[in-house]
């Protein structure tokens, strides 16, 4: 029986789990507590030995063949699963009387079947996991285009990229405070004399000392934008990079995919 090679073990599994962990549980079909059940399933196949009544043999590589028939298609197990199978019978074909020899040919035959079966329904679940991923790459692209760039500059990435509406809002006040701070920082450093408010005008030192408190004004406005601007774009590289980890997972299992159907 044509297996597919050691990627499958070393890769596809720990990817399958976690992709099945991503899943909402609303498009889970099974529960993971199948992989524990798998793997039982396959120590008993690799536990198996002849028994003194063969008739007795028979029955109990007939039973594991029957489980075998219901493995989770969405455990990465399952190709070693058939194999540990395949190579019992053989064993038996080997070791049994002659006259067990069509029965055996028969179980062959029929975990052959279910291996192709099971193949089909785990390509079919392979497929569902790269268009989970395919749409999830299309719902993040929506959201970190470089329109997002534009609006980090207006306090309105966080609305943009569609997270907690108290988080967009505080960002979008937080701007138009720092907009208005620096508008009347101007004001006072242009015209201090009717902007000064209650601070005294009466020489031009202290005119200076108004017009100095209008540049302060205006420069702690410009660091605490350029801090609230650099931790937008930071928090946008910072998706781009989840992007990029979701995309790499999705053509591990298009390579996957294209491995298996070899």
């Known amino acids: 029986m044509s297996l597919v090679n050691a990627f499958i073990n070393q890769i596809g599994r720990e990817m399958g789990r976690d992709a099945y962990r991503s899943f909402p549980s609303g ?11 798998e793997e039982c399933l396959i120590a008993q196949v690799k536990a198996f030995e002849l028994l003194e009544d063969h008739q007795a043999t028979l029955r109990l ?43 055996l040919n028969r ?45 980090a500059f207006f306090g309105l990435r966080a609305m943009y990229m569609k997270e907690y509406r108290v988080s967009a809002l505080v960002n979008v006040l937080f701007v138009a405070l720092l907009f208005i701070m620096s508008f009347l920082g101007y004001l006072t450093y242009v015209d201090p004399i009717h902007n000064a408010g209650n601070l005294p005008t009466d020489t031009p030192e202290h005119i200076q000392k108004v017009a100095n408190l ?7 406005s410009a660091m605490l934008y350029c801090l609230q601007l650099g931790l937008a774009i930071r928090k946008i590289f910072a998706f781009r990079k989840t992007i990029l980890e979701n995309n790499a997972v999705k053509d591990k299992f298009v390579k996957y995919m294209k491995q298996l159907l070899k």
């Not at 993040?140 to 470089?146: E, I, Q, S, Y």
């Open 27 to 37: 498009n889970r079909t099974r529960q993971p507590i199948h992989f524990q059940e």
């Open 61 to 103: 590589v007939t039973n594991l063949v029957e489980k075998a028939e219901h493995a989770n298609p969405e455990d990465f197990e399952w190709q070693e699963l058939f194999c540990e199978i395949d190579n019992k019978i053989d064993f038996c074909k080997d070791n049994l009387p002659v006259e067990f020899k069509d029965q």
């Open 107 to 151: 179980l062959d035959e029929l975990n052959a079947a279910n291996f192709k079966q099971m193949m089909a329904r785990h390509v079919a679940y392979i497929e569902t996991v790269i268009q989970f991923y395919e749409n999830k790459a299309n719902e993040l692209n929506a959201k970190a285009n470089a329109m997002v760039y534009l609006a």
């Open 214 to 220: 209008g540049v302060g004004i205006m420069a702690i």
